[in-house]
């Protein structure tokens, strides 16, 4: 069965990836495209069935995306300009020595000059080597308050899926987290820890967040007004 036969009211699958996976997920970009996930053999109808019980969550991250993604212009690298770690802003400075890679000084960004052509490269390294060590430390210390056991965690590229919770235990998380505040960090791992024993998102399942994490709607309509500007750097730019 094809994919161009697949057709749903109002929604257009722009991308669909068939993969050795057991469930499947939805994802929409900041550019309000939309890419579907799916094992090798769900079928065509099976497909239709699982968009239209998302439709509603769909529809309005679209809607967000087309009204929000135009104001987050493109980061140009230049100095004085300022990058998100942790919920913050801080500066980029270019320095004339000292300094072969980027560094962060608790204040500022600091890069050598000669490097200036390297820097994107130099960013996306530098948050996935910090979202490896903090992610992985608090995923570790909520399983262990929550009583949840996962397998395996994983930093990913995903554009704006931030966390993914595995039928096999693995939890898999996007490296642009590492932008947003502590708390936001430490609400979608606590999402995606809960998933391992809870599919969905029932009420029940966001009181069981909310449980662990008091602020649990600040951080979710942080993401959702934020989600642009963290996904910035996985353009195709």
Partial sequence: MGFTKIVIENIKIDKLIRSKRRTM????????TLTVRVPLRCSNRRIQEF????????LDRQNYAREHCKQIPPKKFVDGEEFLYLGKSYSLVYTESGYSTLAFDGEKFLLNANHSKEARDLFIQWYKNEADKIIADRAKWYSSEMKTKFQKIRVSNARSQFGYCGSNGNLTFSWTLIMAPLVVIDC????ELLHLRVRGHSKDFWNGVGLFIPEVDYCRNWL?????ELSIFNSSN
Wanted: no cysteine; net charge negative.
């Fill in 51 to 58: 968009i239209e019980e998302q439709r509603g969550w769909i």
């Fill in 25 to 32: 997920d939805v994802e929409v970009r900041t550019d309000a």
């Fill in 188 to 191: 979608v791992i606590v999402h």
């Fill in 224 to 228: 959702k007004v934020n989600q642009n």
